[in-house]
């Protein structure tokens, strides 16, 4: 179990960086960005001048890297579980059983029937 959560914990980290990479690798998130945008003026000249528009572009720093990191860390902190966990159980499978305890095997029906019969006789 812990491993099948590991792997989905690896591959959403690389979707993250994959998200980061494709989104233009800024070091930090942006919420806006700037766009030059030329318009003209009252006199019939073009001006240029910037806007600024609403946009999400996922940074390195403050997102891509804290996420993918968590998500990785949580990857090898369960495959090392999973790993010990696996190692434990093949080494107590490979030790010797303990000795059997020093006790009868129950009686057969047949044998209590005789016993008892063998009692009420006596």
Do not use: F, Q
């Given at each position: 179990m812990?491993?099948?959560?590991?792997?989905?914990c690896l591959v959403q980290a690389a979707a993250v960086m994959g998200w980061w990479y494709i989104d233009g690798m800024h070091m930090a998130n942006q919420s806006q960005i700037s766009v030059e945008v030329e318009k003209e003026d009252d006199f019939g000249d073009m001006v240029k001048t910037t806007e600024w528009r609403d946009e999400f572009h996922?940074?390195?720093?403050?997102?891509?890297?804290?996420?993918?990191?968590?998500?990785a860390g949580i990857a090898v902190v369960l495959l090392f579980l999973g790993f010990r966990e696996g190692k434990k159980?093949?080494?107590?499978g490979s030790q010797p059983a303990a000795p059997a305890a020093a006790e009868e095997a129950p009686a057969a029906p047949a044998e209590?029937?005789?016993e008892e019969s063998a009692g009420d006789e006596a």
């Open positions: 812990e491993r099948n959560i590991a792997i989905v996922l940074g390195l720093m403050d997102g891509a890297l804290p996420a993918a990191g968590g998500l159980n093949a080494s107590a209590i029937a005789a």
